[in-house]
């Protein structure tokens, strides 16, 4: 079955630098992966999707990268800020299906 | 839209009873998700409806855990009888379908003592 992974370990960086999270995936490519952000009491709420045949998506000062020959993507906050820090989840959907699985998520944390 | 309306925010109940979960998807998606979320194991899908049918259970734990859609502005997760393990955070979620969005509801917190 599909398997996703995303660090566990929560990741510290300073105010003003890029925040890069990772995640793999193992087995088939998904048609496309979505990002989401969770902050503590509150449901994930959608940032970005790409799909397989995209290589980089752009939102303001997101970027998502998607590599199906390495199985990964990466998410990367430019210019970071305090309240950028959240849990940061990845979505990949089961081709043929509606389904939609999530990885367990990385805490980020910016230092002001 | 108010978005994906989800009640109780918080339920604490005694193991052995039985405890319903509800959610309001947004008006005009047509597909549903229920998902818990718990620190060992993240976010799991538990089921998922499209057009209001129930298309995969597979997630669902165990026979004591069931849901319904019985029309597209809402569903039930139902628990019963509840037990410690189940205490979790049940997110309920909806679509346009494939390849759209998730936009999720705030969330049951359920406490089973």
């Known amino acids: 079955s599909q398997k996703i992974e995303q660090n566990s370990e929560a990741l510290n960086i300073q105010e003003g630098k890029t925040a890069t999270l990772t995640c793999n995936y193992t087995n088939y490519s998904p048609a496309y992966l979505q990002w989401y952000r969770q902050d503590p009491g509150r449901g994930p709420v959608f940032l970005l999707l790409?799909?397989?045949?995209?290589k980089e998506k752009r939102k303001e000062r997101l970027k998502v990268t998607f590599d199906t020959t390495l199985k990964q993507s990466l998410f990367h906050i430019t210019a970071s800020q305090p309240a950028d820090s959240a849990t940061y989840l990845c979505a990949l959907d089961i081709p043929g299906t509606y389904k939609y699985i999530f990885g367990t998520g990385t805490r980020l944390k910016v230092l002001a | 839209d108010a978005g994906v309306i989800q009640s109780p925010r918080h339920e604490v109940t005694e193991m052995g009873q039985e405890v319903t979960l509800r959610c309001k998807p947004i008006?005009?998606?047509?597909?549903l998700f229920w998902y818990r979320q718990t620190m060992m194991r993240g976010l799991e899908l538990l089921i998922y409806?499209?057009?209001?049918?129930?298309?995969?259970d597979s997630g669902m734990p165990e026979d004591r855990f069931s849901a319904k859609m019985p029309n597209a502005s809402f569903s039930t997760l139902k628990i019963q009888p509840s037990e410690p393990r189940d205490s979790a955070v049940y997110f309920c979620?909806?679509?346009?379908?494939?390849?759209?969005?998730?936009?999720f509801g705030q969330g049951t917190r359920l406490t089973v003592v």
């Open positions: 979620a909806s679509t346009l379908g494939e390849g759209t969005e998730a936009f």
């Open positions: 409806f499209n057009n209001n049918v129930p298309i995969d």
């Open positions: 008006s005009g998606h047509n597909s």
């Open positions: 790409i799909r397989e045949n995209e």
